[in-house]
Nanobody, 123 residues
Framework: QVQLVESGGGLVQAGGSLRLSCTAS????????MGWFRQAPGKDREFVAA????????YYADTVKGRFTISRDNAKNTMYLQMNSLKPEDTAVYYC????????????????WGQGTQVTVSS
């Protein structure tokens, strides 16, 4: 059973930056692809970014490409999301997810999710 805990959310002005972290326990971290999703009030949870087990492959939603960077440190069992040039429309609760399958991560199919961390971008 994999447990995931996100941190690093907060309030930031438009154009600012934040770095989210997701720390995993209960599994072999490097064997799991990881991903970030976000959910704004009244909207579905949407894909943000994903990364393969050893970090070789990364994928991004078009809405964040060029602004966000996903990475991982397998020695620390931690995944990161560096968010730059933040916009008010990035405001959402951000969730991390994990699965042995990258495809499952990308399609929101995993059973393993963190509790979420709030990101609020003011205009």
């Amino acid at each position: 059973q994999v447990q995931l805990v996100e941190s690093g959310g907060g309030l930031v002005q438009a154009g600012g930056s934040l770095r989210l972290s997701c720390t995993a326990s209960g599994g072999t971290f490097s064997r799991h692809a990881m991903g970030w999703f976000r959910q704004a009030p009244g909207k579905d949870r949407e894909f943000v970014a994903a990364i393969s087990g050893y970090g070789v492959s990364t994928y991004y939603a078009d809405t964040v490409k060029g602004r966000f960077t996903i990475s991982r440190d397998n020695a620390k069992n931690t995944m990161y999301l560096q968010m730059n040039s933040l916009k008010p429309e990035d405001t959402a609760v951000y969730y991390c997810t994990a699965s042995p399958s990258l495809a499952v991560v990308q399609t929101k199919g995993s059973n393993f999710w963190g509790q979420g961390t709030q990101v609020t971008v003011s205009s």
